[in-house]
């Protein structure tokens, strides 16, 4: 079993950066993939990024290339977010996910979830 817990969230203006961190507890050695995802109000979930345990590749959608950084501390068990040039469409709850067998962007295929942490970018 894993336990996610995510915090960093908060209001910045449009350009903005903020770092996410999400604490993994529990069965991690055994976690093949953890990932960003985020959900806009009235909007499906959406996969950001994921970190491979397996070779520590990252993956990254087209909406968070080239701003967004996706980093994990083996030693503190976290896995960060680090979003630069943040943009008011970037809004939404940030959720961490953690899946056992392979790694993607889909959210149906992640197990554990952490309770998400909220940013908000104002124009």
């Known amino acids: 079993h894993v336990q996610l817990v995510e915090s960093g969230g908060g209001s910045v203006q449009d350009g903005g950066s903020l770092r996410l961190s999400c604490v993994v507890h529990?069965?991690?050695?055994?976690?093949?993939?953890l990932a960003w995802f985020r959900q806009p109000p009235g909007k499906e979930r959406e996969g950001i990024a994921y970190?491979?345990?397996?070779?520590?590749?990252?993956f990254y959608s087209g909406s968070a290339k080239g701003r967004f950084t996706i980093s994990k501390d083996n030693v503190k068990n976290t896995l960060y977010l680090q979003m630069n040039n943040l943009k008011p469409e970037d809004t939404a709850r940030y959720y961490c996910?953690?899946?056992?067998?392979?790694?993607?962007?889909?959210?149906?295929?992640?197990?554990?979830w952490g309770q998400g942490t909220q940013v908000t970018v104002s124009s």
């Open positions: 996910a953690a899946r056992t067998h392979g790694c993607g962007l889909r959210a149906t295929q992640y197990t554990y």
């Open positions: 529990g069965d991690t050695d055994r976690q093949d993939c």
């Open positions: 970190s491979d345990s397996r070779d520590g590749t990252p």
